[in-house]
């Protein structure tokens, strides 16, 4: 239990930085300098102003010198990792996958929330990731380098494929670049067999959502919907259920 604890403090203190990484990296800042601070005033957090979770219970989620309010988001960010950590060491225990795949679904929390708000993913998260993945290969039992590196090459793939036919019968972009390199991180971690499973799981979710979204505003198709929250859902869908989904599907048949 006491190891459960730390874990999820652990978790909660990556998350604390993924809302840094979230809010400095789309803006070309440090994310290391300067220390935090409020957004409205400036004034540094202090460290007691600073701890993940607790702070913003604490002060309500208000900034203490000016009363300005902080996104509810930071505090949904802190708390999904810290689950997250908590739930992949129930998976794999204390091992160097759970720490290789807490990586992968901190890059993809990243991702996510810097997608919905920029409708962008940033090369400096997925490209490492790409090697990341490939080099996470070599280290863990559960998968093996071919596995990675024809999980990479289908990700990418796939969508190039979509992307290219998309512009050859419409004459427009449809797909981001990023979604790509996205996808092909994700084959990396999780080898070829996710990308088929992860491609469901995002276009099923995300026309369901498109669609819910375009009745509600009753705007044109040509809304902009960021893929990549959905794609990352779908990745860590496969992460936790992907074997035992596809084994039963197969049964079924
Ligand atoms: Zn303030």
């Given amino acids: 239990m006491l190891i459960l604890f730390f874990i999820f403090l652990f978790g ?10 979230i809010y400095r990296l789309p803006l070309g800042e440090s994310v290391v300098r ?8 400036s004034t540094p957090l202090a460290w007691y102003d600073n701890v993940p979770l607790l702070s913003y219970c604490i002060l309500r989620g208000r900034c203490r010198s ?5 996104a509810f988001r930071y505090f949904l960010v802190e708390i999904f990792t810290a689950l997250l ?4 060491v129930h998976r794999f225990g204390v091992t160097v996958t759970a720490l290789g795949y ?3 679904g901190a890059a993809l929390i990243a991702i996510t929330f ?8 940033p090369d400096v998260i997925s490209l490492p990731g790409i090697v990341t993945g490939v080099f996470f290969s070599l280290v863990s039992p559960i998968l093996t380098v071919v596995d990675s590196l024809l999980g990479l090459a289908a990700g990418a793939g796939v969508l190039l494929a979509v992307a290219w036919g998309y512009y050859a019968l419409t004459g427009k972009e449809g797909m981001g670049g990023g979604d790509v ?27 369901a959502v498109g669609v819910g979204i375009m009745i509600r505003s009753q705007a044109d198709s040509k809304l902009a919907i960021p893929f990549g929250p959905f794609l990352s859902l779908g990745a860590l869908c496969y ?15």
Avoid at 66 to 70: E, H, I, K
Avoid at 182 to 198: C, K, N, V
Avoid at 239 to 249: S, T
Wanted: proline share 4%.
């Fill in 12 to 21: 909660a203190i990556i998350g604390s930085f993924l809302n840094v990484c």
């Fill in 34 to 41: 300067p220390a935090s601070h409020c957004r409205a005033c």
């Fill in 66 to 70: 000016c009363g300005a309010p902080f």
């Fill in 85 to 88: 950590a908590v739930a992949l």
């Fill in 102 to 104: 807490f990586a992968f």
């Fill in 114 to 121: 810097i997608d919905l708000d920029y409708q962008l993913i």
């Fill in 181 to 207: 390199k996205l996808l092909a991180m994700i084959g990396a971690f999780l080898g070829w067999r996710s990308i088929p499973f992860t491609l469901l799981v995002a276009s099923s979710v995300g026309s």
């Fill in 239 to 253: 992460l936790f259920f992907g074997e035992g989904l596809i084994d039963w599907y197969l049964n079924l048949l």
